[in-house]
């Protein structure tokens, strides 16, 4: 991959982060004053729904990072070329067994 498309991935990756992660942090400090500031039964609305948003976040972000490292968005067209000549393979194998 060039010096350019990769500062264009990162940029991208960075702008998608922020996107998301602007109404994430709103939605988690309104939580976070409605858990503070009322009864019981809000602290623990905001604990579960807390764990869960982060507990997706995380799991994201987790095998993001792991595709990312892998190599995996280096060349995504290849996949869909392997998959239409394995068809092809199978589609011969069909016919000459017939």
Known sequence: MSKGRKIFLITMVIAVILMAGVP???RLI???IVGTSAND???SVFIVITTTYLFGILT???FFMWAFLRG???N???SKYDMLD???KYDR???TEV
Do not use: L, N
């Open 24 to 26: 994430m942090s709103y």
């Open 30 to 32: 309104s939580w976070a």
């Open 41 to 43: 039964d809000a602290h």
């Open 60 to 62: 994201f972000a987790s």
């Open 72 to 74: 995996e968005f280096s």
């Open 76 to 78: 995504i067209e290849t």
């Open 86 to 88: 394995t068809d092809r």
């Open 93 to 95: 194998i069909e016919h």
